[in-house]
Nanobody
Framework: VQLQASGGGLVQAGGSLRLSCAVF????????MGWFRQAPGKEREFVAAINLSGNTFYADSVKGRFTISRDSRKNQAYLQMNNLKIEDTAVYYC?????WGQGTLVTVSS
């Protein structure tokens, strides 16, 4: 199983980014997909997840701003991030069970 995250970049505060996670060797609709992030000097933390039923879960810090979704035809998961804040700066990782993507850097500037 391989996960490839992409879509990170530099954005101003208040802006938006959409992260993508291409999944190989596993069907996204059959597993819980999640996004985590790790800011400099901090531990990796949960951001969002979507389960087999399509129910979504979010960290309090991103509720109302981030949206997780998946596309079974493309076998990808996504994280739409709106109204980004400086404190959202981190490397973002997609995850399913014990498998992790390589991470994509999101930098939010003032």
């Amino acid at each position: 199983v391989q996960l490839q995250a992409s879509g990170g970049g530099l954005v101003q505060a208040g802006g938006s980014l959409r992260l993508s996670c291409a999944v190989f060797g596993r069907t996204v609709r059959n597993y819980v997909m999640g996004w985590f992030r790790q800011a400099p000097g901090k531990e990796r933390e949960f951001v969002a997840a979507i389960n087999l039923s399509g129910n979504t879960f979010y960290a309090d810090s991103v509720k109302g701003r981030f949206t997780i979704s998946r596309d079974s035809r493309k076998n990808q998961a996504y994280l739409q991030m709106n109204n980004l804040k400086i404190e959202d700066t981190a490397v973002y990782y997609c995850n399913t069970e014990e498998f992790w993507g390589q991470g994509t850097l999101v930098t939010v500037s003032s």
